[in-house]
């Protein structure tokens, strides 16, 4: 037998070891001791949880939910004046529709680009991860304990713990749907997830995604403290698919939509489609969106019950502005994907509920 000796392994320069720099953040339990979640804004998480999870299993087959909101959270000041605006429609339509908004801190990025409040809260390249988790949480909590309950997209599981107790609602991203880790995080939720499909619009991954997270997993991850443990989980009952559409078109068809919710229903999800307006859906066409929304409004008035719930990307001020416009930003505009306007929002939600 021949063998070969193996090159001497040399050790890493200290310029090497040292071209990488990192800083130490606040562990998840500090930070939820610093900025607690008061009991008026548990009873928000809990009640829209419940609600959230009762329309998914067909205990509620009257209402349909509504995740509404920026694409992304870039400024505090405009999301607490949607917030309120969001309340006060919450409460004209609860008996047809929850309502819940869209607290988006992480974007995902296909190449480079701002990768939201988490990681750089103004939005002018400068990393700030601790600065952004402390403004996010203050943010969530006020708006759980004005009554509004909070959703948000799951990227990076690390940062799961921070937030995850304001949320009454998560979503797993088309680009991660057929990550294992992503799956594993969703079953340890304890709130409904839904699993948007891949980037091409196929539904395939995020049934699977489903019916991964359904089950129970072990695996590592961190404790309250940042403490590396080891996860057992019980699996999530709430997962569900979110069709977006894709590169291949959109997904929302009466006939797409029937077969999603038979193979969800094979899964043993009485209503397990939510229908994403946007992206793929809209061809990245914010005007598009009271199409595709009317849309499925039809298909559910028609007899299609297995539809729980529609996407809306929308804020105060229709369309986009680039985050460092040197003509300075517009109040309540998206940085990120053009969103439809508060009065298109107001008066779809309004005609969704009449039609129900």
């Known amino acids: ?16 070891a040292d071209r990488n720099v990192t800083t130490a953040i606040l562990p998840p339990s500090k930070l939820r001791r610093d900025i607690p979640l008061s009991q008026a804004g548990r009873d928000t998480v809990t009640r829209t949880r419940v609600a959230l ?5 067909g205990r509620d087959e009257g209402r349909l939910a509504v995740i509404c909101g920026p694409c992304s ?34 974007k995902p990025r296909s190449v480079v680009g701002w990768k939201g409040m988490l990681y750089d809260p103004l939005s002018g390249g400068e990393s700030s991860p601790s600065g952004g988790m402390t403004i996010a949480r203050r943010l969530a909590v006020r708006l759980n304990e004005s009554g509004v309950a909070c959703a948000t997209e799951f990227l990076n599981p690390l940062l799961a713990l921070y937030l995850e107790d304001c949320m009454a609602y998560g979503s797993i991203g088309s680009r ?18 839904g699993m948007k499909n891949a980037m091409d619009g196929n539904s395939a991954s995020a049934l699977n995604a489903v019916k991964s997270a359904q089950c129970a997993h072990s695996f590592f991850g961190q404790d309250l403290e940042g403490r590396p443990v080891l996860v057992e989980t019980q699996g999530n009952a709430g997962a569900h698919i979110i069709l977006r559409g894709g590169s291949c078109g959109p997904n929302y068809s009466e006939e797409t939509v029937a077969q999603v919710v038979e193979q969800g229903r094979e899964l043993g999800l009485v209503r397990p489609v939510v229908v994403d307006c946007s992206h793929g859906n809209s061809g990245k066409d ?48 998206s940085i990120t994907d053009a969103c439809i306007g508060w009065k298109d929002t107001e008066y779809l939600v309004k005609e969704l509920a009449d039609g129900l």
């Open 1 to 16: 037998m021949k063998t070969t000796a193996l090159p001497e392994l040399k050790s890493p320069s200290s310029e090497e």
């Open 53 to 57: 999870e009762d329309i998914f299993a």
């Open 176 to 193: 991660t749907v057929e990550s294992q880790i992503h799956r594993e995080l969703a079953s340890r939720l304890a709130l409904p997830v």
């Open 286 to 333: 914010h005007r598009k969106q009271p199409l595709v929304a009317k849309e499925i409004a039809r298909q559910v008035k028609e007899g299609q019950n297995g539809v729980a719930g529609i996407m809306l990307e929308s804020h105060l001020v229709e369309g986009r502005q680039d985050a460092n416009d040197s003509r300075g930003r517009r109040f309540g505009q």
């Open 73 to 106: 959270i870039d400024d505090v000041n405009s999301a607490l004046v949607y917030a309120e605006r969001m309340r006060r429609l919450s409460e004209e339509v609860a008996d047809k529709i929850v309502l819940v908004m869209r607290t988006y801190f992480e």
